[in-house]
């Protein structure tokens, strides 16, 4: 969905290194998050911001960080990188309840980060 | 972990077949909903059921509800090879909760 993007799409980096996630979105929606998806494993979410001053820790928060420095930005940081955070990363928005549907959420195309 | 359990983990079918996926949850849900991906892509929106609705359709995807059984299935009709993707279930607990998703069913549509 073009209204959502995450840069970069490919990210392959090297243990210890800081890799900073971006997301945008041109949806006006105030809630964001960011997922991790590993193979069989499906989506696990890492945050979730409900508004700009909102930030809130999903299931699998360690080694992660995030900001959101606008309505429309929300990033996902790793400090130090290690290789089991080797995944795909997708950020997505949601609307809130009683402004449209409930919580359904568009996603941005990921991103791949692989770390040696 | 509240993440909800699709069944089966991965499906083939011939082109013209229907395909039915199933999801179980544990605990109320305040709606249910079920996503695409195509390979590696992002996950797209499919159909939402709310708790107090049995069943929906939406083209050739039919999806209902037990909440008594907690589960859910989801149906695709005259299936397509273009339908070849992984379907994943979703709940929402509360509106103030976000999306718990689960680990998705692969189905394969052989032309």
């Known amino acids: 969905d073009a209204d959502v993007t995450q840069t970069p799409r490919n990210r392959i980096t090297k243990t210890g290194k800081r890799i900073m996630l971006e997301c945008s979105q041109t949806?006006?929606?105030?809630?964001m998050y960011w997922y991790r998806q590993d193979p069989g494993l499906g989506l696990r979410l890492i945050y979730y911001s409900f508004d700009v001053k909102d930030i809130n820790k999903g299931e699998i928060s360690d080694g992660y960080s995030v900001s959101r420095q606008a309505q429309a930005k929300f990033s996902l940081s790793l400090e130090s990188a290690i290789p089991n955070q080797t995944a795909l990363y997708f950020c997505?928005?949601?609307?809130?309840?009683?402004?449209?549907?409930?919580?359904?959420?568009?996603f941005g195309p990921g991103t791949r980060l692989t770390v040696l | 972990s509240q993440q909800g359990e699709e069944d089966p983990q991965a499906l083939s079918i011939q082109e013209g077949e229907n395909a039915t996926m199933n999801c179980s949850y544990k605990t109320s849900i305040n709606n249910l909903q079920w996503y695409r991906q195509n390979s590696g892509r992002g996950l797209v929106h499919l159909i939402l059921?709310?708790?107090?609705?049995r069943e929906k359709h939406s083209g050739r995807l039919r999806v209902t509800l037990d909440t008594s059984k907690k589960s859910s299935s989801l149906l695709i009709t005259a299936s397509r090879a273009a339908d070849t993707a992984s379907y994943f279930c979703a709940t929402v607990y509360s509106g103030n909760t976000p999306l718990v998703f689960g680990k998705g069913t692969r189905l394969s549509v052989i032309a």
């Open positions: 949806k006006g929606h105030d809630r």
């Open positions: 997505a928005t949601s609307e809130t309840p009683g402004q449209g549907p409930p919580d359904t959420q568009y």
């Open positions: 059921i709310r708790s107090n609705e």
